[in-house]
C-alpha cells in the first residue's frame, strides 16, 4: 500500500522561505510522477509543481515557476518542495500526491494528508 507523509510547513514571513518534504513507501515502480498541489480556503486543488522519477523533468505552474524549486532523493524515496519568496497568496494546504503525471488532480492516485503554509503579509 502507497503511503506519502508531508512535512515542513508552517508560517513565514512575506520572502521567507520553506521546504516542504513528502516521504514515499509502498512504491514498487519508477514509472511515475510525484507532484505538489495546494489548495487555498474556499478554492480548488492546485497543481505546483511535478517530477519524473525516472529522469527527474520538472514542470511548474507558471506562478511558482523561479520561486518553487521541486526535487527527489531516490535513495530516500522522498520529494521536496523548496518554496523561496513566498507571498501570501501561497497560503494554502500543501499536498503530496503520486500517480501518472500531468497537472490535473485526477492523474494522482496516491495522496498525502496535507501540510498547512501560512505567509503572512
Known amino acids: 500500500q502507497v503511503q506519502l507523509v508531508e512535512s515542513g510547513g508552517g508560517l513565514k514571513q512575506t520572502g521567507g522561505s520553506l521546504r516542504l518534504s513528502c516521504a514515499a513507501s509502498?512504491?514498487?515502480?519508477?514509472?511515475?510522477?510525484m507532484a505538489w498541489f495546494r489548495q487555498a480556503p474556499g478554492k480548488e486543488r492546485d497543481f505546483v509543481a511535478a517530477?519524473?522519477?525516472?529522469?527527474?523533468?520538472?514542470y511548474y505552474e507558471h506562478s511558482v515557476k523561479g520561486r518553487f524549486t521541486i526535487s527527489r532523493d531516490n535513495a530516500k524515496n522522498t520529494v521536496y518542495l523548496q518554496m523561496n519568496s513566498l507571498k501570501p497568496e501561497d497560503t494554502a494546504v500543501y499536498y503530496c500526491?503520486?500517480?501518472?503525471?500531468?497537472?490535473?488532480?485526477?492523474?494522482?492516485?496516491?495522496w498525502g494528508q496535507g501540510t498547512q503554509v501560512t505567509v503572512s503579509s
Open positions: 509502498g512504491l514498487t515502480s519508477s514509472s511515475y510522477a
Open positions: 500526491a503520486v500517480g501518472l503525471g500531468g497537472s490535473y488532480s485526477s492523474g494522482y492516485r496516491y
Open positions: 517530477i519524473r522519477w525516472s529522469d527527474g523533468s520538472t
